[in-house]
């Protein structure tokens, strides 16, 4: 199994400001995803940041408004810039260990607001 | 990715059967249906996983007919906890999880 940490674990922001979210894993892992969930909706994947290449992103998600990085197998951060009151969701960090393993684990979200 | 459709809310008693079941007429042959359940305030948790006829563990059981077209996650005995929102996933190799709608099971006493 994997445990995940994600800092804050909410935030109230400005809009026009950017908030940054931490996702640190108790093991090394290959896969990561970074998804949202707007209030009452299902989740929305945004990208798949596996370490060693570039973030991969969903149609509707672009890297100026989403940048990730990943700089080694147990921590990745997501960037939401240019804040605006339509980004007010809660964003999750996922694991999948591969493999045999194909379970899919989860932050307990980051819940954003802005003002 | 096969697109998944699940009822979007069901109402039942505690100590009632819950069947939910889950549409993916277009799976796949390397996809495998997976359950997610999520409270509020938590990220998606685990239930059970399977790829065809019948898959069981300690908290639910999984039915998936011969045609793979559909699944039915059944649940025993439910209680006030199992108050969540139930995710059907058609899990593809690239281990990428789109979810769908969900249900959302509301539990009553």
């Known amino acids: 199994s994997a445990v995940i940490s994600q800092k804050p674990s909410r935030d109230i922001c400005q809009r026009g400001t950017s908030l940054t979210i931490q996702c640190q894993v108790d093991s090394q892992v290959t896969m990561m995803f970074w998804y949202?969930?707007?209030?009452?909706?299902?989740?929305?994947?945004?990208?798949?940041?596996?370490?060693?290449?570039?973030?991969?992103?969903?149609?509707?998600?672009?890297?100026?408004?989403?940048?990730?990085?990943?700089?080694n197998l147990t921590f990745s951060t997501l960037t939401v810039s240019n804040l605006s009151p339509e980004d007010s969701s809660i964003y999750l960090c996922s694991v999948v260990l591969g493999g045999r393993n194909t379970e899919a684990f989860f932050g307990q979200g980051t819940r954003l607001t802005v003002v | 990715l096969a697109k998944t459709t699940q009822p979007i809310s069901m109402d039942s008693y505690e100590g009632q059967e819950v069947n939910i079941t889950c549409s993916h007429n277009n799976i796949a042959t390397n996809d495998y249906i997976t359950w997610y359940q999520q409270f509020p305030s938590q990220g998606p948790r685990f239930i059970i996983q399977g790829y065809k006829t019948k898959v069981t563990n300690e908290v639910a059981s999984l039915f998936i007919p011969a045609d793979r077209k559909s699944s039915t996650l059944s649940l025993p005995r439910v209680s006030l906890s199992d108050t969540a929102v139930y995710y059907c996933l058609a899990l593809s190799g690239t281990y990428k999880y789109i979810f769908g709608t969900g249900t959302r099971l509301k539990v009553l006493a």
Not at chain 1, 41 to 69: C, H, M, R, W
């Open chain 1, 36 to 71: 949202r969930q707007q209030p009452g909706q299902s989740l929305t994947l945004i990208a798949t940041a596996n370490q060693g290449s570039e973030a991969t992103y969903e149609s509707g998600f672009v890297i100026d408004k989403f940048p990730i990085s990943r700089p």
